[in-house]
């Protein structure tokens, strides 16, 4: 058991100062900034978000919560980075466990969470037009369009498995494979399909629209992969 008497706890300001930096932290790591593999320097990240150690080091603290830094022996805190295997072993499970959410929004959604969420699409379209269709960044929570549709599954169990184990490390690459390629568009139109069956309470189709959808999206990075290593082979051949 761990004892907590001799240990101070955070002022609220800290507390604050530390959930600011956190999440600047997260959407760096999400979108590459800090790409994966990169080794965490308390003094570097404290210069560039200007803030103290001592937030700093609870924030990063969190960061590990969330399984977007990992802390190995003799090497440090780097930024995860997941082996080809194991990003695609996240997709096949991704596919299953959001089919299986999509099946029971599409029976447990309300009518006015289904019209929150055509018009968080009409926001996310807006963003990505003025990107030009170059990336699709969702932001956390309730403002990501998957998450969403699993907060409308109305199963906790779900909702722990994708909304908090799986989440970052998701869309860190969600995101960062939707970069600079044609997916952007397709993936707003996939989404766009999916909320028309939810809306439509046909459960069996919403289901296998994002099945479908994650499906493509793994494709997306199985191919994106191929490439990388086809053109590694020729320059090294």
Known sequence: ??????????????????????????????KGELPPGYKISEPELARMYGISRGPLREAIRRLEGLRLIERKPHIGARV??????????IYH????????????????????????????????ERSVEEKEWSSYFQKEGDLDFHYRIVQGSKNEKLLEL?????????????YQFSVSSSRPKRALKEH??????????????AEMLMRRHISAARRNIENK??????????KNG
């Not at 058991?1 to 790591?29: F, G, S, Y």
């Not at 099946?103 to 929150?116: F, G, H, K, P, V």
């Not at 992969?225 to 020729?234: A, P, R, W």
């Open 80 to 89: 995860v980075k997941l082996s080809v295997h194991e990003l695609i072993e």
């Open 1 to 30: 058991m761990i004892n907590n008497d001799n240990v101070t706890p955070l002022e609220p300001a800290t507390r604050t100062l530390a959930d600011k930096v956190c999440q600047q932290i997260v959407t760096a790591i999400v």
């Open 225 to 234: 992969l191929n490439t990388v290593t086809h053109l590694k082979g020729e």
């Open 162 to 174: 994708l909304g908090a184990d799986l989440y970052h490390l998701v869309r860190m690459y969600r």
């Open 192 to 205: 766009r399909q999916i909320i028309d069956a939810i809306d439509a309470r046909d459960p069996e189709l």
């Open 93 to 124: 499970v991704r596919e299953a466990l959001e089919g299986m959410a999509c099946r029971l929004a599409a029976q447990n959604m309300t009518d006015s969470e289904i019209t929150a969420l055509k018009n968080l699409l009409d926001h996310h």
